[in-house]
């Protein structure tokens, strides 16, 4: 039996999020990073999205009102990857993060893209980050992705915002 092999148009369509507090959540979300709430149930969902997209993140307290991110060294969610069109809006979302006062956990540049790292007030793990366009991606002799962790230019990168 041959291994499956989904179409390249498949993409990855919203994460759904559990959270401790809805309107801390939102704080971060809506107000730091810039989704548009679509559509909101009280105090317990959100669903919140780019473009006017019915969700692109969504966030519960269903079943965690209140509760704390796993201990570390448990499974779970390691981050979301939010994927911004050019360098540029990518930029302006780092500086909105830090005026915010967010501490970044890390900034590598991967050679196929850039990222930013944090984590969302409920500890779930955030990467903000832009690719390169494909005829830029490195590769090897044979023609092989050669992806990389290098440090990121934080400095240059903000000096784009």
Known sequence: MSQPVLPPETRIGHTHLKVADL???????????????????????????AGGYHHHIALNTWQSAGGTPPPPGHTGLFHVAILFPDRQSLAAAVHRVRTAGIALEGASDHGVSEA???????????????DRPQAEWPRDAAGNLVMTTERLDLRALLAEA
């Not at 930013?116 to 500890?123: F, I, K, N, Q, R």
């Open 23 to 49: 309107g801390r959540a939102l704080g971060f979300w809506r107000d730091v990073l810039g989704f548009e709430v679509q559509l909101r149930h009280g105090d317990s969902a959100a669903f919140l999205s």
């Open 116 to 130: 930013v790292y944090l984590s969302d007030p409920d500890g779930n793990g955030v990467e903000l980050y832009r």
